[in-house]
């Protein structure tokens, strides 16, 4: 029988503590091959010590380790018969999913080269074959393949990138420049399918089908000629990946890169091959958690040991996440086009100081509800998911979700179902409220979207047409039915003007399900359900009113614990507690010993206006890069956390002052007076400025 990972050896070696300290910028782009990576690594590691971020990091990394322990072990709690169970579900999945393979179509995904360096560079020829970068000390968007070499590379913060590369040169973001080079390379993709789907704004996904078959011409030369074109219409060059489908030609477009293509031919065999030695990394959506989760807790590092390990898949994970690992395994993915354009989200939020007192925060809720509805109609949208985030007083990040059964769009329905997330987090002192409303009821193909309907994307991806998870969902009947499962692509891809990246593109399913988004949400659904089942919630209602209305095996605290769970998973602050209380553990069948990948794309959301742009520095960033994003997120967590323990400090000294001038004898004020007045202006510099992203890494004993 298949055997779970073996033991890891012992412990990293505690001499060289930069190995294990790994972050998304000491993970290889394209260009980085020749890198030597320890010494980044070192780099980055000494640099970061010390700081609110690495001590972030080093949270998630103790969360993550916990969580291979923990499932390492109910590995090795399974039975031979649990074991020849699950290898039967695994084998039956396999069959399934295999079946469902589509090799009829040719997808190109294109993504150009150092996308921002080469426009600069096309700028300004002076920084042709010079270590450049695109941002600022803070951050940078990307780098040139110069620049990589030195291990330099996008999402990194510039004083890293210039400690690898002191030579590095900064030319700072401009977006409208790159906007107009994006648009030129779409009028090429237009050429090639009308229909292509933009993913950012420097890469696409074409089906080249039809352009193949009519100009008779192979998808390798379509891929050249196409390449050319951008390179005619821009000047600058772009790489292609062409394959059965989307997932497999994104991981094709990075293999030549810069100014190359790599074809996979559209039979199985091919595929197969090709996946059989893939490291999972390279898939789209697996990211640092799961591949060490993967590799930690099943010895899982390339795509085919995704169905060697399958019986363990699916005992410890959700179907839909077990259906997407092995889809990997087998290179299934998708190759359908969606037809319509899907806007994802609306929301909005508002900060103020930190007060626990109830009414002021109705009234802030009141003045939201009023916002998002009125930003609502003015779009004409209706939703069904309204998420509410707060903040609390010391910078706690939490998300409470409801989906309901019936779309709304109204003030008073909004701030109904914004009360009652609210009243069961009360009483709490919060500096921050927002709301998000999602899964909008916009038209497809002239119908309206039917939130009941299960996709064919769907189908293949979450199971058969009887799904299981959809009926264990509606038979609830609370306020919530489908929607978390109904994880659909069509939903989040930007196909119709090409002009934004405001959806998620690139297989957005893919890391959706990697969250165990879908299970999670069938908890929240299963308690959101209770909170709309109990209309006469009183404003102050507890977490334990709120869950009164019993539901098998639902504590109250796990409402609170799993709903945390659905958006904070990935701050680790409740994921421990998540482990013990999953309510529905004992009502599942065949995946209870699932478990959450944390999420990145969940906690973070708010944090991006339109889902793209940063709503705290301004910076770009698509939704696809969803690892990049939760990276700047955590760097805002760690300057807010930074800045709030300079304030502490301020404070702290000033009140030390106060009581100290208190004691003091009338006969020294003067003197007193002079030299606190000195001390205060110079304690008052130093607290109440803001603070810049680096000072993170600055240890903190040398900040205060
Ligand atoms: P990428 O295609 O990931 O990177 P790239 O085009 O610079 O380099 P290559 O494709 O050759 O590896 O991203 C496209 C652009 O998106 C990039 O030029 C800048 C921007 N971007 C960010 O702003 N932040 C990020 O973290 C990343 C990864 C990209
Ligand atoms: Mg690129």
């Known amino acids: 029988m298949e055997k779970a990972a073996a033991e890891p050896s012992a412990s990293a070696d505690s001499a060289r503590p930069w190995q294990s300290y790994t972050t998304v910028y000491t993970n290889a782009k394209a260009g980085m091959d020749g890198v030597d990576k320890e010494k980044v690594q070192r780099i980055v590691y000494e640099m970061s010590k010390g700081s609110k971020y690495f001590e972030n990091e080093e949270r998630k990394e103790t969360f993550i380790r916990q969580k291979i322990d923990n499932m390492r072990a109910r590995c090795a709690k399974l039975s031979a018969s649990d074991m020849s169970h699950y290898q039967m579900v695994a084998d039956k999945r396999i069959l399934e999913l295999e079946a469902t393979r589509d090799l009829s179509r040719i997808w190109l995904h294109v993504d150009m ?3 921002y360096a080469a426009v600069e560079t096309l700028d ?8 450049m970068a695109v941002g600022g000390m803070s951050m940078i968007s990307t780098a040139n393949y110069e620049a990589r070499k030195f291990g330099v590379r996008a999402a990194m913060p510039g004083f890293i990138a210039r400690k690898l590369c002191p030579e590095l040169i900064f030319v700072p973001i401009d977006f409208k420049k790159y906007t107009y080079y994006s648009d030129l390379t779409r009028k090429v993709f237009q050429k090639y399918d009308p229909n292509f789907m933009a993913a950012s704004l420097d890469e696409a996904y074409l089906d080249i089908t039809e352009v193949c078959n009519e100009r008779d011409l192979t998808s390798g030369e379509i891929a050249e000629e196409l390449r050319t074109s951008v390179h005619e219409a821009t000047g600058l060059t772009c790489s292609a990946g062409v394959a059965p489908n989307r997932l497999l030609a994104k991981v094709c477009s990075d293999i030549n890169k810069p100014n190359g293509q790599f074809v996979l031919p559209s039979n199985r065999m091919a595929v197969m091959t090709f996946i059989s030695s893939l490291p999972i990394r390279k898939i789209g959506g697996i990211g640092k958690v799961t591949e060490h989760i993967l590799s930690g807790v099943f010895g899982i590092n390339t795509c085919e040991e995704m169905l060697q390990k399958g019986g363990f898949l699916c005992a410890l994970f959700s179907r839909s996440s077990a259906d997407f690992f092995l889809s990997v395994g087998l290179g299934v993915g998708k190759t359908d086009t969606p037809q319509v354009r899907f806007r994802k989200s609306i929301s909005n939020e508002r900060t103020f100081s930190a007060t626990d007192d109830s009414a002021l925060l109705y009234q802030k809720l009141a003045e939201l509800s009023e916002m998002l509805s009125i930003d609502m109609q003015k779009e004409g949208l209706s939703g069904r998911t309204l998420t509410l985030k707060l903040k ?9 979700a409801v989906t309901m059964q019936k779309y709304i769009c109204s003030r008073e329905d909004i701030l109904n179902h914004a009360l009652k997330l609210l009243n069961a987090e009360l009483p709490l002192s919060l500096r921050l409220i927002g709301l998000r409303m999602s899964h909008f009821n916009e038209e497809k193909d002239g119908h309206l979207s039917d939130p009941t309907q299960k996709t064919l994307a769907n189908f293949i991806i979450s199971g ?3 799904g299981k998870n959809v009926g264990e969902h509606s038979s609830l009947g609370s306020d919530t039915s489908d929607s ?24 957005p399913l893919d890391s959706n399900l990697l969250s165990d988004l879908d299970h999670c949400n069938f908890n929240l659904s299963k308690n959101s359900g209770k909170i709309d089942n109990n209309n006469e919630l009183p404003l102050n209602g507890s977490v334990d009113k709120v869950n009164a209305p019993n539901v098998v095996g639902c504590a109250p605290k796990s409402y609170q614990i799993e709903v945390s769970h659905l958006v904070e998973a990935d701050s680790f602050s409740f994921s421990e507690q998540c482990e013990s209380n999953r309510p529905d553990r004992a009502r599942r069948t065949n995946n209870d010993l699932d478990d959450g990948v944390p999420s990145s794309n969940q906690k973070e959301q708010f944090l991006w206006v339109n889902d793209y742009k940063c709503s705290l520095c301004g910076i770009e960033l698509p939704p696809n890069f969803v690892e990049e994003r939760q990276e700047h997120f955590d760097f805002h967590l760690a300057e807010k956390l930074q800045k709030e323990e300079s304030d502490n400090s301020r404070n702290l000294m000033l009140n030390q002052r106060f009581a100290q001038r208190d004691h003091t004898a009338s006969q020294r004020r003067h003197k007193r007076h002079k030299s606190s007045k000195k001390e205060g202006s110079k304690s008052s510099q130093k607290g109440s400025k803001h603070l810049p992203i680096d000072t993170f890494f600055v240890k903190s004993n040398q900040n205060f």
């Not at 007083?393 to 939490?398: D, N």
């Open 124 to 131: 300004n020829p002076s920084l042709r074959g010079r270590p």
């Open 113 to 115: 080269d150092a996308f």
């Open 392 to 400: 609390t007083a010391s910078f706690e990040v939490r998300s409470r």
């Open 484 to 507: 978390h499962f109904m994880v659909d692509p069509e939903n989040d891809l930007s196909i119709d003007n090409h002009e934004t990246c405001h959806y998620v593109s690139e297989d």
């Open 464 to 466: 058969d047409a009887s």
